[in-house]
T-cell receptor, first 115, second 113 residues
């Protein structure tokens, strides 16, 4: 496809379960970002990859959150031992340029509900 | 933490009117971007303005940037019902090599037909 693809679109997890969220960026895009968006709020930065290198993970809220992009393309955001406060929409975005200097292309998001 | 603060939080206008949204930020920037988000969807890029630019146009959109006041405004002229969405400003916080683009809380715009 031509856009950023995220899966699953919706995920319901029981508290304590592990979840994995996938992002397929636009082919050839150097930069990949993960954001967390709570209802009625703006997206909050989680982490940034430049190719396969995770250059900034300062936004990850705890060590239960882990992201990887091993081949510089597809990325996975993993949340271990989910808590209710993890309920949010997780947005992935990619950019042709390095850093935050260019336009970001967003996926539709993965809505996580933790019961 | 949020870098940008949008004002107003919510705006309701009639079709055909102009809509103005404002964004203030705290640190120096290299560029400022505006995004739009329809309910339940991802964000869509509208326009990017660099720190050495003061005004930029794109169709019915007009963006201004005042770096001395650390503020930007987005003007949508001749609004349409399809413009109903949330609008966010985003800044790079002057740190282009880390990729941390920081978003504000957003302005929710409702355009009544």
């Amino acid at each position: 496809g031509a856009g950023v693809s995220q899966s699953p679109r919706y995920k319901v997890a029981k508290r304590g379960q592990d979840v994995a969220l996938r992002c397929d960026p636009i082919s050839g895009h150097v930069s990949l970002f993960w954001y967390q968006q709570a209802l009625g709020q703006g997206p909050e930065f989680l982490t940034y990859f430049q190719n396969e290198a995770q250059l900034d993970k300062s936004g990850l809220p705890s060590d239960r959150f882990f992201a990887e992009r091993p081949e510089g393309s597809v990325s996975t955001l993993k949340i271990q031992r989910t808590q209710q406060e993890d309920s949010a929409v997780y947005l992935c975005a990619s950019s042709r340029l390095a850093g935050g200097t260019g336009e970001l292309f967003f996926g539709e998001g993965s809505r996580l509900t933790v019961l | 933490s949020q870098q940008g603060e949008e004002d107003p939080q919510a705006l309701s206008i009639q079709e055909g009117e102009n809509a103005t949204m404002n964004c203030s930020y705290k640190t120096s920037i290299n560029n400022l971007q505006w995004y739009r988000q329809n309910s339940g969807r991802g964000l869509v890029h509208l326009i990017l303005i660099r720190s050495n630019e003061r005004e930029k146009h794109s169709g019915r959109l007009r963006v201004t940037l005042d770096t001395s006041k650390k503020s930007s405004s987005l003007l949508i002229t001749a609004s349409r019902a399809a413009d109903t969405a949330s609008y966010f400003c985003a800044t790079d916080a002057g740190s282009s090599n880390t990729g941390k683009l920081i978003f504000g809380q957003g302005t929710t715009l409702q355009v009544k037909p």
